[in-house]
């Protein structure tokens, strides 16, 4: 019983949280909890989602602390949750909130290939996480309220991604590029940051199967492609799953360097989107199923703790970034990545495992599924 049980006493705690400012991390639980009230009904998590939202969006649809001129992508996360409110309530001041930080997208900074500026403040820089932090939304806005033209914007903006950040050699993608080729941690040549950052390929590659999962199917031509980037990184990723765990390391690649150490939040979000990539029907479930189970597993049996009367959920990398130019320890080094803090309970890896926990319930659900193999027994014994 422990991830539910960890999850529950998780939404409760966040639920007594005093905020001051709008920001992803508790988008990425919010887009967690609504994962699990559309698995489960459990109505905790939609009482949660509406209970937060009362906090920050006034009857005009203002957004406390939000300011759109900063231009970040990292404030558009909390705002995916709103068409789900809006869906149920039709309560104009969602759909008005909406709005708000569609603007803030319309008017977002480009690079000269047509993708988001990361911030105001990383000029002409594209950012894995970046994708997971604006193309989801924007494809939801699409898909209730645009009238079809933003898909190939979208589309075009992953696209991107391949062209700028893809690594050729491993066939993963690097963390961030500098279309200035200016900034310290960029290569001269090719604008890359060094190294391979898990995180930041799990932001990746679940903003490809949430957009995908997003977009009609009458564009054919770019949910194709969605398609194949995801699968092709699915397969790519399984060279580089830790064969004793099923998890993954800090520094996808580096497996044998000293310091690197098996990462709790990459490896949540690579179960969320091998789980749903099966779901959805893109990947092969007799192979992609087994190997989110294997991380749902071990992360029941390896990443929990009990201190202080409190059960916790550990081995999360606290955050790692590039830059700006004043922050020049941000340098994308492997000794940087392997240097941060490394805690528990941080509210983006606990929403990856709870996001990758929902999955699995949806799964179950979808394949009607007591099949009986050992590893399904063991997680529904461990985690129902």
Known sequence: ?????????????????????????????????????????????????SAFMDQFIGEDGCIRSYNAKDYNLDKIPPGRVLFFLYGHTKEKKYRYAIENLMEQLRSQPRTSCGSFWHKKIYPY?????????????YALYEKCFGDGNGYSDIIKQFQNARQCLY????????????????????????????????????????????????IPDKEQAGKAYLKFLFCDLAERLLKYQDSDTGLFYQLTVLQEEPENYLETSASAMFAYGFLKGCRLGLLETEIFRAKGEEILLSLAAYK??????????????????????TNRKRDGSKEYYLSEPVISDEKKGTAAVMLAYGEWMKLRKKQGDRQGNFLNIQIYNNCT
């Open 125 to 137: 820089q594209i950012w894995l996480d970046g994708l997971y932090m604006g193309m989801p939304f």
């Open 167 to 214: 690594d050729r050699k491993t066939g993963l993608y690097y963390h961030a590029y500098d279309e200035s080729r200016k900034l310290f941690w960029a290569d001269r040549e090719t604008g890359c940051s060094a190294n391979i950052w898990s995180r930041a390929l799990g932001w990746f590659f679940m903003a490809l199967v949430d957009c995908y999962e997003t």
């Open 1 to 49: 019983m422990i991830l539910k049980t960890y999850i529950q006493s998780y939404v409760f705690a966040f639920n007594r949280l005093e905020r001051e400012i709008w920001n992803y991390q508790d988008g990425c639980v919010l887009t967690a909890m609504q994962e699990l009230y559309e698995a489960e009904e459990n109505p905790l998590y939609y009482q949660s989602i």
């Open 304 to 325: 929990f703790s009990y201190r202080r009367g409190k059960l916790e959920l550990t081995g999360m990398c606290v955050g790692a970034g590039l830059g700006p130019e």
